[in-house]
């Protein structure tokens, strides 16, 4: 039998019990619609999750430290001891730079220096001084920041936490750890200001000792005396360390600090990166390094950034084997990953229930079809169809019945996401929560939904199908 | 006409058994019958109810499969066939009435006509000119578009005819074509039959139980009784019937 008779006669069938067949499809579709609507909660769960994560930086940084240096983080992954070690120095970053994959890669750069209010002389605070590239812009903390980000990146401005402005202006301290987002007002007395950030400058010197120049206060004195011997016999590497000073206009306030990513501690002031690195601010814990003799500068840590989270194993390990100490938290990632496939699984069988149920009602409405269409099955048999032929007119008429009802479903499911997702989002507003996307149905979720539901209607229609096909001529037209 | 000779042969069943199980004992349908039947010939078979003349049609027409013996159609035996080559044979060799019509109620006559043809895969272009060439030889053209329930007994079985007709089969099998309708009707039946029989050559095996009609109109009249065949005579009567 050709196609379109197969489609003609299946047709015109499922026109003949228009109402019952009508029903059935709804079936279907209502099963589809509930396996639409919870993956689809589960896909947007699961997307809304990474990207918060995402936006934090966690999941597509890789911190890279020279092997052998303490100052990185102590849960770094040591390089195989194969490779050679390495200077963690400009070569080394314009090198990952070219490394496929990596969107970015930039020192983990802070310094600690006084900040002030240029109006407040005495209002001192010694704190660390973090930096920010421009990619930082799309940080998380950026979404309710008060003001905006750098305006380049050697302008000389500064973005503050909110609750180191409240220390700016004399304020009382909030519990430390709560995000503190400023009042209108206050904001106002903060932005567009000056602050001085007083912080000490590395200029190469002559071979003077090191702890004679040092003027910076609470730094600890190295008191390791045989260190001069060791200048004196290398005075190329002998520098200075200089105190200095700089005006910085406040543009942004955050409530929390953006791309926090590994960096430990708080840090309440960023500059732009490219303005710290020009400035040759000596960094925080960059002592260490200062004793220890090299040829050029050399970084405590490069935070390289990848563009594809899945990609982070891949870059991490082609570090690693070029002599790098290298640290992410991609175990962590692969632990949510995993979480939601559990989730969408366990979403989705409760989803297939309903249509586990539909799928009888195509069995029953066929069985019932076969009953009432005897004599007509006896009919085509005698008239030369075949067994092949019945079978696949029953079965096309399941199919259609699953397309019908997927399509249906697809649709229904997709409403009721939407539904589902302005009433709380309605509900979050009045919360003062920012409405979200949390119901994602994405095309290959439609495609999938309607191709299991032809998948599933095609199953159910098996039974019927073979049965109408062994159906015996004779007994069916039988006149009686 | 001939009624020997494989070259002139239509039909021949050779020692068919055919018994159903009922509980435990074997009820033998068709027990043993041997058969022939000539290219064009007209063959009644008549017998009381329950005497195997239904089911040896149903044989025939490769609705059924035999116990065992062979059925032999236009060189082919139906018994070594698969249920598909069956189908096929049931497709292009022959047409089938019944007493009840057998007509889809859903379909109108145009599409009761086309059905046959969609299992044969005649193409589209083709199966119009068929379905009306068809309806003209059974005089029903000017109600393609009516369904059975709005025709009479006697045009249902004219459309069935012409449904019979539709792949221009070399065999047509009726079952008891008449015994739902009046005597009238079923006369106009029979005269049809009876034309079709001798303008396309057709074959025509007819169960009836009624022997003043099979003595009207077939070549041959064969008696079944308990699933054997119990006599055969060649219609005198019919050659007058020729010369009307």
């Known amino acids: 039998m050709r196609a379109y008779d197969l489609i003609e006669l299946a047709g015109r069938n499922l026109r003949e019990a228009g109402l019952r067949n009508s029903l059935t499809t709804l079936g279907i579709g209502v099963g589809v619609a509930s396996l639409v609507a919870m993956l689809s909660l589960g896909i947007g769960l699961q997307k809304l999750a990474t990207k918060q994560l995402g936006r934090s930086g966690l999941f597509d940084t890789v911190v890279v430290t020279a092997r052998g240096d303490s ?31 990596v969107a970015e890669v930039y020192p983990n750069f802070s310094a600690v220096g ?60 909030e519990p430390r750890g709560t995000d503190v987002k400023l009042t209108p007002e206050q904001a106002d007395q903060l932005l567009g200001k000056y602050i001085v950030v007083r912080y000490h400058k590395r200029e190469a ?41 700089l005006k910085l206009k406040i543009v942004g306030i955050v409530s929390s600090e953006p791309n926090r990513g590994f960096r430990q501690g708080r840090t309440p002031v960023f ?59 991609l175990d962590a990632s692969k632990g949510i990953t995993r979480f939601f496939t559990f989730l969408d699984l366990f979403l989705g069988i409760f989803g297939s229930l309903a249509l586990a149920v539909a799928s009888l009602g195509i069995v029953n409405t066929l069985v019932m079809a076969i009953l009432e269409r005897r004599r007509e099955i006896g009919i085509m048999k005698a008239l030369g169809a075949s067994d092949g032929d019945v079978k696949r007119i029953f079965f096309f008429e ?17 409403t009721i996401g939407r539904v589902i997702n302005f009433a709380t989002n309605i509900y979050l507003q009045r919360q003062d929560i920012k409405p979200e996307n949390f119901w994602v149905v994405p095309v290959w979720l439609v495609a999938a939904a309607l191709g299991f539901s032809v998948f599933v209607s095609m199953f159910a229609g098996l039974y019927p199908a073979s049965r109408a096909a062994r159906l015996d001529p004779v007994q069916a037209l039988r006149h009686d | 006409m001939a009624t020997n000779g494989t070259e002139f042969e239509s039909v021949r069943t050779v020692s068919v058994v055919r018994h159903y199980k009922l509980g435990r004992t074997l009820i033998p349908a068709v027990d043993g019958v041997s058969l022939a039947a000539g290219r064009g010939e007209f063959i009644a078979l008549l017998g009381a109810s329950g005497s195997g003349k239904s089911t040896l049609l149903n044989l025939i027409a490769g609705l059924d499969r035999p116990d065992s013996g062979a059925i032999v159609v236009e060189g082919s035996d ?75 007994g006697g045009e249902q079985q004219r459309a069935a005819l012409a449904r019979a007709l539709a792949n221009r089969p070399k065999l047509l099998l009726a079952d008891e074509p008449t015994g739902n309708l009046d005597s009238k009707t079923g006369t106009e039946i029979m005269d049809l039959i009876r034309e079709l029989n001798r303008t396309l050559e057709m074959t025509v095996i007819m169960v009836t139980h009624e022997r003043p009609l099979a003595e009207r109109y077939a070549n041959r009249l064969v008696f079944l009784g308990d699933g054997k065949l119990v006599g055969e005579s060649v219609n005198e009567l019919e050659k007058i019937g020729v010369a009307r």
């Open chain 1, 114 to 173: 006084d900040v002030r209010l240029e109006t407040d002389k005495t209002g001192n605070h010694f704190t660390v001084v973090g930096t920010l590239p421009q990619s930082a812009r799309t940080s998380e903390a950026f979404d309710d920041v008060q003001g905006s980000f750098f305006s380049s990146g050697i302008a000389e401005e500064a973005i503050i936490l909110g609750d180191f402005g409240r220390d700016l202006l004399n304020l009382p301290r």
């Open chain 1, 71 to 101: 100052r990185g983080p102590r849960f770094a992954q040591a390089a195989p001891v194969t490779a050679q070690a390495k200077p963690l120095d400009d070569a080394a970053r314009h090198n990952f730079e070219q490394m496929a994959n």
């Open chain 1, 398 to 414: 399941a199919g259609s019945m699953g397309i019908m009802g997927g399509a249906l479903g697809a649709g229904l499911g997709w």
């Open chain 2, 78 to 152: 139906l018994a070594t066939m698969t249920s598909e080559q069956l189908a096929q044979y049931r497709r292009h060799t022959v047409g089938m009435v019944f007493q009840s019509f057998n007509l889809v109620p859903t379909m109108t006559l145009y599409e009761n006509v086309e059905l046959p043809m969609r299992f044969a895969e005649v193409k589209r272009k083709e199966r119009r000119a068929r379905v009306v060439e068809a309806l003209e030889r059974v005089g029903l053209s000017d109600r393609m578009k009516h369904r059975p329930s709005e025709m009479s």
């Open chain 1, 271 to 329: 500059l732009p990166l490219a303005l710290a690195e020009s400035l040759d601010m000596v960094q925080a814990g960059e002592l260490w390094s200062t004793l220890r003799p090299s040829d050029t500068k050399t970084y405590v840590a490069l935070i390289v950034r990848v563009g594809r989270s899945k990609a982070v194993a891949q870059v991490e390990d082609d570090i690693r084997k070029q002599g790098f100490s290298t640290f992410s938290i």
């Open chain 1, 205 to 245: 010197g002559e071979s003077a000792p090191l702890a004679g120049k040092t003027t910076k206060k609470g730094q600890p004195d190295p008191d390791d005396v045989d260190s001069s011997d060791g200048i004196k016999a290398e005075d190329a590497q002998s520098f200075n360390l200089v105190p200095k000073q």
